[in-house]
């Protein structure tokens, strides 16, 4: 069975910093791509940020492109997302996305497994 369990989310102030981790089971984690996509309510899952199995291709959003660093531990099958300088407008859900495909894909439907997701609140 495989499990995405992510973790590290919270309610920070604008400024603040937090880190999410995404913890992966019953696959073989380097073989797979990850990312982390955001949703918020009413809105589509979006794609934040990406690294490939090896960990030497990685790709972000506009949106969080030099305040957020995506990294991955093949040893601990962990994938994690740094977030520094969050401001308001990045409160979301969270999740964490695995897929086996070669690119990074940002359409979430090109994603085979999910995470439950983990709530990041940021106050003005």
């Known amino acids: 069975q495989v499990q995405l369990v992510e973790s590290g989310g919270g309610l920070v102030q604008a400024g603040d910093s937090l880190r999410l981790s995404c913890t992966v089971s019953g696959l073989t984690f380097n073989n797979y791509a990850m990312a982390w996509f955001r949703q918020g309510p009413g809105n589509d899952r979006k794609f934040v940020a990406g690294?490939?199995?090896?960990?030497?291709?990685?790709e972000y959003s506009d949106s969080v492109k030099g305040r957020f660093t995506i990294s991955r531990d093949n040893a601990k099958n962990t994938v994690y997302l740094q977030l520094n300088n969050l401001k308001p407008e990045d409160t979301s859900v969270y999740y964490c996305g695995a897929t086996n495909r070669y690119v990074l894909p940002q359409p979430s439907y090109l994603y085979d497994y999910w995470g439950q997701g983990t709530q990041v609140t940021v106050s003005s």
């Open positions: 690294i490939s199995k090896s960990g030497s291709a990685i």
